[in-house]
């Protein structure tokens, strides 16, 4: 059992699969979760004899209340949810709804239940994180110097020239994720080292020798990534283990500390670490961190109205447009914001005010533990990868690897603080664990083999289109269709990858099949993609290019009630106003999109330009 949860925590962070899957990154990853989730859930149930966390102490007592309140609450907003489907499966660029989520939880309830007074478990959960931080830094390591052999290298590069920096995101899909979690094996890998002796025996020195360096790689991936929120938790997680533990300084010390210096000067300096510099310079400009305070402050007034309840998990997407201010509006017009970068805040905004509430809470029982286990040596450790870990998540939201790391060292924490010896619980209980577990773990295998076949089937569409074989494409196609889960779908790329080849270099037979299939994936997408607003705006533009200017205006002017601070719909919309002859119309429209543009695109003004110098009949 404990091994078992070792492999899915260490592979979840691992799980890639370039040309397999769409979204190679992220599927894999939940997959694992499922399945893995489900077989330690019937495995788990079958023990007889364990303990139970509810007599384990009153920090696991409090761990298994914070539990089940937020697994009530995300109940409660799923039914109250704005889109019931995508807060129950989840949004396609994470899938982080009901059903991740409470896997997540379970999983993390598990190893607290499972390393409860136990050394044994505990030390295999922090070697499997060692192995598998090791993996994970060595590959963005090897990013960064430009060996990738799986992931297109343009995806993480942004710039041009001496300023150009590289973001290397590992097998976590962006570099703030691959830093947050590096944190986690950071002290993780600390927590190991501590747990181990100096007598101990060989394989134990080896441990130790591979959990160093996987500190040093974990440090240095992080620093390549150019993360700062994850240098600031790194930070923060140092002053508490320095604290917490008294700063004794020696001569090796000194001198270990010196030449780590000396070697990173030496790096940043030399032509290296020209990526790096850049990365720099870029942060320096920027020092507010992008649109997050805009951001922050938009998500907080869109959740004043539903502050109970919120708007559902995974819902954001959606949700925020009509909420976006014209102050972010332009100053960020092509960002499309996916969450509020702050997990607090996103709780809140998806699940009400019980959403932050909770993870406050469960922060706090951790802390807690790791006070009363204070005497063990891998409690400081911990407790420091756990401020670490809320202190870099103040300035991103949770993906699957990083919330799990998060959840994971709270349960790793308060099975610290459970005895030595814990109580047998009732073998009895045995079969009604059993009765509770395996209808779960049905659910979970359900979801995870539709989503794995729904995402293979995606991948060949991908493959299809890029060959131009638009009928396979079709058919497999059909094929997602079939698998898939209620939610967020993948109409609106379809759509637009369609329209591509209708306006491209293929056959006439294939563009025309193209520009067919296009329509109808478009027009399904405004009831089918979480963001109905990019799928009106797509619509009214396949409406245009068919010249069908009453339909366009009205997805346009769709699109504009989801996003009404959005500036490319008004900005299409003046063009089509124009078109129709109503150039007072056309005229207003056209302000607004180069007030919401923010002078960023010269286009947008001279739209503008072109319809005040036109001339006007009578």
């Known amino acids: 059992m404990s091994l078992l949860l070792a492999l899915v925590v260490a592979l979840i962070p691992l799980a890639m699969a370039p040309g397999q899957f769409f979204y190679f990154d992220v599927t894999p990853k939940i997959v694992v979760l499922m399945l893995g989730t489900a077989a330690a859930a019937v495995w788990w149930a079958l023990q007889s004899g364990r303990a139970s966390l509810y007599q384990g102490s009153p920090e696991a007592r409090w761990f298994?209340?914070?539990?089940?309140?937020?697994?009530?609450?995300?109940?409660?907003?799923?039914?109250?949810?704005?889109?019931?489907?995508?807060?129950?499966?989840?949004?396609?660029?994470?899938?982080?709804?009901?059903?991740?989520?409470?896997?997540?939880?379970?999983?993390?309830?598990?190893?607290?239940?499972?390393?409860?007074?136990?050394?044994?478990?505990?030390?295999?959960?922090?070697?499997?994180?060692?192995?598998?931080?090791?993996?994970?830094?060595?590959?963005?390591?090897?990013?960064?110097?430009?060996?990738?052999?799986?992931?297109?290298?343009?995806?993480?590069?942004?710039?041009?020239?001496?300023?150009?920096?590289?973001?290397?995101?590992?097998?976590?899909?962006?570099?703030?994720?691959?830093?947050?979690?590096?944190?986690?094996?950071?002290?993780?890998?600390?927590?190991?080292?501590?747990?181990?002796?100096?007598?101990?025996?060989?394989?134990?020195?080896?441990?130790?020798?591979?959990?160093?360096?996987?500190?040093?790689?974990?440090?240095?991936?992080?620093?390549m990534s150019g993360t700062r929120a994850a240098l600031l938790g790194l930070l923060a997680g140092a002053l508490l283990l320095v604290l917490r533990r008294g700063?004794?300084?020696?001569?090796?010390?000194?001198?270990?500390?010196?030449?780590?210096?000396?070697?990173?000067?030496?790096?940043?300096?030399?032509?290296?670490?020209e990526r790096l510099r850049a990365r720099v310079h870029w942060s320096l400009r920027d020092r507010a961190g992008g649109a997050r305070f805009l951001l922050w402050e938009d998500s907080l007034r869109m959740a004043a109205p539903r502050w109970l309840v919120g708007y559902g998990p995974d819902t954001y997407i959606g949700a925020f447009a009509r909420y976006q201010s014209a102050a972010l509006g332009r100053a960020y017009p092509d960002f499309y914001h996916e969450s509020p970068h702050n997990i607090f805040i996103d709780a809140l905004v998806a699940q009400g005010v019980a959403g932050p509430v909770l993870l406050l809470a469960f922060c706090a029982i951790g802390l807690a533990a790791a006070w009363n286990a204070r005497s063990k040596p891998a409690a400081g450790p911990l407790a420091a990868g756990l401020v670490a870990m809320a202190v870099t998540q103040q300035f991103t939201s949770f993906m699957l690897p990083t919330a799990l790391a998060y959840y994971v060292v709270i349960a790793l924490l308060v099975s610290l603080s459970g005895p030595v010896a814990p109580a047998p619980a009732w073998a009895g209980r045995r079969w009604l664990k059993l009765g509770a577990a395996v209808p779960c773990a049905a659910v979970l295998v359900f979801f995870g083999v539709r989503l794995w076949m729904s995402e293979t089937a995606l991948g060949a569409v991908r493959r299809d289109l890029d060959a131009e074989l638009v009928g396979d494409a079709a058919n497999h196609y059909a094929d997602y269709q079939h698998w898939r889960l209620p939610g967020g779908s993948a109409d609106l790329w379809y759509s637009r990858r369609l329209a591509q080849l209708a306006v491209g270099n293929a056959a006439p037979a294939v563009r025309f099949q193209a520009f067919q299939l296009s329509g109808m994936a478009a027009e399904r997408a405004t009831r089918t993609v979480e963001d109905p607003f990019n799928a009106y705006y797509n619509l009214a533009a396949y409406y245009a290019r068919r010249s069908d200017f009453a339909h366009t205006e009205q997805c346009l002017r769709t699109s504009i009630s989801y996003a009404p601070n959005w500036f490319k719909p008004h900005w299409m919309l003046a063009q089509v106003l124009q078109a129709a002859g109503r150039p007072q119309e056309a005229e207003l429209e056209a302000l607004s999109a180069v007030e919401l543009d923010g002078g960023k695109h010269a286009e947008v003004t001279a739209t503008l330009d072109r319809i005040r110098a036109a001339p006007r009949g009578p």
Request: with cysteine; net charge positive; proline share 4%.
């Open 247 to 273: 700063l004794h300084l020696t001569r090796r010390s000194v001198a270990m500390a010196a030449l780590i210096v000396a070697a990173a000067a030496v790096f940043y300096v030399s032509p290296p670490g």
């Open 64 to 223: 298994l209340l914070a539990t089940c309140g937020m697994a009530v609450s995300l109940i409660v907003s799923t039914l109250a949810s704005v889109n019931r489907a995508v807060s129950l499966w989840g949004s396609n660029w994470r899938y982080w709804g009901l059903v991740t989520q409470l896997a997540t939880l379970g999983l993390a309830y598990m190893v607290a239940s499972q390393c409860l007074g136990r050394r044994r478990p505990l030390r295999v959960i922090l070697r499997a994180t060692a192995v598998s931080g090791l993996v994970v830094s060595t590959y963005g390591i090897a990013q960064y110097f430009g060996w990738d052999p799986f992931q297109d290298a343009r995806t993480y590069h942004v710039g041009q020239g001496i300023w150009m920096i590289v973001r290397p995101p590992s097998t976590l899909g962006h570099a703030d994720y691959l830093a947050n979690w590096l944190l986690f094996v950071v002290f993780a890998d600390a927590a190991l080292l501590s747990e181990l002796q100096p007598a101990e025996p060989r394989s134990g020195q080896a441990w130790k020798y591979l959990g160093w360096i996987s500190v040093g790689a974990a440090i240095t991936a992080m620093v």
